[in-house]
């Protein structure tokens, strides 16, 4: 884990962001309320997007081609889905300056670094990164700087780099990322994937299948589904609402890591259904007993809240009066 005493905020003359979704516009509020960048220059995909950034001033410029962003920057941050990482390095790669930090987001880290390290070029150090912060939304509204306040940020520094000038940037990027309010630590790239196959990626995989078999039903309408969707398909589903195209994206590079966890799932499932069949109420009283305190640890190492209802905010359903009299 980062040394939280050796902490010092850095500052960039100009921090280039690739994309917008919800991760970049949430570091450019971070970034905003702790001074992190003199100056932010953003690149979006879709002219929409760059046209809404401009409007609530997530960015001070914004560029219809990613090169020209990321000219001159000193740190510059991949905010796309994993599957573009390595195309829009080698993109880029002409444009980066001696002495930049070159960073992601991506939920995935051996497939993109074996996509993006052959295009950066020599004096530019490439720091793969994952927070572990996220909601189903998406989009350049979607963000807050609130996004990263005590959640994990794991870094993977590349093991073949051992000069102090890549040191300093490890440095300097877990110290941005604590700035940002994350928690900090390093990792193997082939660990982390693991460790977010089990906690991130297959339970994805599983809200948007329990949500394509309950609209598969047919002797349950779909009307039903959503008429009647009590906490335990609403909250076990929520993950199912997330961005298509970047989950695609890490299934799609993630897969061993994926179908090793999800083999072992496949199995646990087979004995609750055995349990389940031969009534064996222990055996389904012990793993629950189980799974309950791990999930209340998950409460109390603050990445849950205890609220009622997960703290979800509900509308006034008090009846209006008629005001038509």
């Not at 917008?20 to 220059?41: E, F, K, N």
């Not at 799609?252 to 966890?261: G, I, P, Q």
């Amino acid at each position: 884990m980062a040394d939280s005493a050796s902490f010092v905020k850095p500052h960039f003359e100009r921090v280039a962001l690739i994309g917008l979704g919800l991760i970049g516009s949430s570091l450019c509020h971070a970034m905003r309320r702790a001074d992190l960048a003199t100056h932010i220059a953003g690149h979006a995909r879709t002219a929409e997007t760059r046209k809404v950034a401009l409007e609530i001033g997530l960015v001070d410029t914004i560029h219809e081609d990613a090169a020209s962003a990321v000219q001159d920057a000193d740190l510059i941050i991949m905010c796309t889905p994993v599957g573009v990482c390595g195309e829009i390095a080698r993109a880029i790669k002409p444009a980066l300056k001696q002495g930049a930090i070159f960073s992601d987001v991506g939920s995935i880290k051996q497939a993109l670094i074996r996509d993006v390290a052959p295009h950066i070029p020599d004096g530019v150090h490439f720091v793969p990164v994952h927070p572990i912060a996220g909601t189903e939304q998406s989009g350049p509204r979607s963000g807050f700087a609130e996004l990263f306040t005590h959640r994990w940020c794991i870094l993977t520094p590349l093991s073949d780099q051992k000069s102090d000038e890549y040191a300093e940037a490890v440095r300097l990027l877990t110290a941005f990322w604590q700035a940002c309010g994350s928690m900090v630590e390093c990792m193997d790239p082939k660990h982390h994937d693991l460790v977010l196959a089990i906690t991130s990626h297959v339970p994805h995989l599983i809200a948007y299948n329990l949500v394509g078999t309950a609209s598969d039903l047919e002797t349950v309408t779909r009307s039903e589904v959503i008429k009647y969707s009590a906490a335990g398909f609403r909250d076990s589903t929520r993950l199912a609402a997330s961005d298509p195209t970047m989950w695609r994206d890490v299934f799609l590079n993630n897969k061993d890591a994926v179908l090793e966890m999800l083999g072992r799932f496949t199995e646990d499932l087979s004995a609750l259904q055995r349990a389940i069949r031969w009534g064996d109420g222990d055996a389904l009283f012990d793993l629950f007993t189980r799974t309950r305190a791990v999930r209340r640890s998950i409460v109390e190492a603050g990445q849950e809240t205890e609220e009622p209802d997960f703290g979800r905010r509900h509308k006034d359903l008090a009846p209006k009066e008629d005001s038509s009299d």
